[in-house]
């Protein structure tokens, strides 16, 4: 099973795609993550995307696509992959959706996590992460333990990132709503999306994913 989880920096994507490869054995596609493996890889593409990088220039849609038909024909997920920041364009779904085809795969579910925006901002901004397991922390809400140990990994060291505040935040939903946005429609149509509240409860977030994951995969 494939799926795309959409949804405005800070809804809760990288949690509840920690949990979907804990419980049910799925990959987690990053494009972040595949651009940076495969520029240390020494493959043909890799070197592709080395030179495209070195150079300072974007990595163009093509490159991205071909990365992800290497990944998805490694067969290396038994329980199915999670789209994670891409598609972000109409465009790239399409070329993601004649990629599937042509290897025999389908999106089943694209989930979109609302939010709202204001409360969005004050949640994220304050945010700290564990540098080991990636264990989200939050000022006021999730505090960093006073003996300044993670209480899922025990690690000690924290990571916050520099656009994790108020201004930087409002200037990355504007980016979103105006590029990604336009998928929730494109997805709406092709009878796949999903929606939950990214707001609530991290539990409450996952068991209707779960719910969606595991009932028909078309409305």
Known sequence: MNIILLGPPGAGKGTQARILVEQRGMVQLSTGDMLRE????????????AEVMDKGHLVTDEIVIGLIRERLESGDATGGYIFDGFPRTLRQADALGKLLSEIGQ???????????????????????TCASCGEVYHDVTKPIPADGKCTVCGGTTFTRRADDNAESLKTRLMAYYKQTSPLVGYYYYAHKL??????????????????????????
């Open 194 to 219: 999903r929606m939950v509240d990214g707001l609530a409860e991290i539990s409450e977030v996952s068991g209707q994913i779960a719910g969606f994951l595991d009932g028909p995969t078309k409305l």
């Open 38 to 49: 495969a520029r240390t890889s020494g493959t043909e593409m890799g070197k592709r995307v």
């Open 106 to 128: 389908d999106i089943e579910h694209v989930i979109e996590m609302q939010v709202d925006d204001e409360v969005l901002v004050a949640r994220v901004s304050g945010r700290s």
